[in-house]
């Protein structure tokens, strides 16, 4: 059985040479070209225990993720916008020994090393790095054997092969390129980069790249709303639609499988701890047979056959609404720095995943993360459905609901919509039908777009300072 992370790859090339599997900035790259040049570089980056990549789509990041693998490596993705002093506090963290960067002239730029290691499947592959409660990142290593149990429910599932097309969405330092890449070439496809640009128009890029698996966050959804792009079957290329990172609603890939009609929508989930994504649910073809949820959030499905979940109540006892807890061998061992690890774990092995769950019509419903329940004066509200309901308002595009602190000290709700023709008001008046007086937002604060944080996600950070302020 394979387990080192590299041979996922080299299997396909060795089977699938003369096919493309990398097209990124106009330069496309066979499955033998691409092995090439990743050996060719892992020969100089032999006996190094940890390498940091600073590179981003570009053939110099892809070369060097899988040469960093072949030389026996634990490879770190490091983004190259992030800020300095964030960057140099993970290569601290993570005892990163080599620097991958990019030249001028697109080349890889090193520090040579010397000797050669074998790599067992307990070996850390690579080790990404989520924001932490504290401010400080925190890292996750993920072994060749969590990823090799994550391809075993994966990889074949799609039906990808040579002539596929697979987008490469996410960043390298975001655990959904694991995905991208190790599941396009252990099948032979083609992994498929954008450049940042092009992500802002999710429909024209689809088309222009002729994408035919895509995997993305749900808010690029938004980005092609907001162009008026998603027009009936306007993305005739796409087999394949999955949608992951944060809550899916329901309603915006309902406009993504209008466009898309001949695409099958998956949604899956998963904390980067259990190896990217460790529960799915394919939505059925025809949208009118599409579930109902209580927050208007697509289900997150079932768990994978090789893992195991659990969901407790607020007392540690089981539930059928509560924490949802997994186990198995996609679970991590812990985090790089053991002091993460306090609270994170449950008797049994069970990771504890800090979202809360319930099982409707035999399938896990997300109700958002046990940190979105707030308690204001008194009441405890759920701020996943304040924004069920702002979402199903005429106009809103996207809705985020926060507690921020009031005058007195206390904690008050606020809002932040996006959409066309949203005035607060007309919001207020809405919502007040909808929902009770302690569950309305003090304010509601309308943007033309969500900021989103470097993986693509709502930044519910960046939103409570400036709702806070």
Known sequence: MTEHAYDWFARSADTFGDSTALEVAGEALTYAELRDRAELLAGRLAGTRRIGLLASRSVTAYVGYLAALRAGATVVPLNPEHPAPRTRGVVEAAGIDLLITESADGAPEIVPAAGAREVVPDDIAYIIFTSGSTGTPKGVPTTHGNLAAYLRQVASRYGIGPGSRVSGNFELTFDGSVHDLFVAWSQGG????????????????????????????????????????????????????????????????????????????????????????????????????????????????????????????????????????????????????????????????????????????????????????????????????????????????????????????????????????????????????????????????????????????????????????
Not at 306 to 330: F, I, K, M, T
């Open 190 to 469: 083609a992994l498929v980069v954008p450049q940042r640009g092009q992500l802002l128009a999710p429909v024209r890029m689809v088309n222009a790249l002729r994408i035919t698996h895509w995997f993305s966050v749900p808010s690029l959804i938004s980005f092609a709303a907001r162009l008026g792009s998603l027009e009936p079957a306007s993305m005739p290329t796409l087999e394949w639609s999955l949608f992951g990172g944060e809550a899916v609603p329901l309603d915006a890939v309902r406009r993504w499988k209008a466009a898309a009609p001949g695409s099958e929508v998956e949604i899956v989930y998963g904390p980067t701890e259990l190896t990217v994504t460790c529960t799915s649910y394919r939505l059925p073809a025809d949208p009118a047979d599409w579930p109902d949820t209580p927050n208007g959030i697509a289900p997150i499905g079932t768990c994978y056959p090789e893992l195991e979940h659990l969901v407790l109540d607020d007392d540690g006892a089981p539930a059928d609404c509560g924490e949802l807890c997994l186990r198995g061998p996609q679970r991590f061992g812990g985090y790089l720095d053991p002091a993460n690890d306090e609270g994170r774990f449950a008797p049994g092995g069970w990771y504890r995943t800090g979202d809360r769950v319930a099982v409707q019509d035999g399938v896990l419903i997300h109700l958002g993360r046990t940190d979105q329940q707030v308690k204001v004066r008194g009441h405890r509200i759920e701020l996943g459905e304040i924004e069920a309901v702002l979402r199903q308002l005429p106009g809103v595009r996207d809705a985020i609901a926060l507690a921020v602190p009031a005058d007195d000290g206390s904690l008050e709700l606020a809002a932040a919509v996006s959409g066309t023709e949203c005035a607060p008001e007309r919001l207020y008046a809405a919502l007040g039908d909808r929902l009770p007086p302690y569950m309305l937002p003090r304010r509601i604060t309308v943007l033309d777009q969500l900021p989103l944080n470097a993986n693509g996600k709502v930044d519910r950070r960046a939103l409570h300072a400036e709702l806070g302020s």
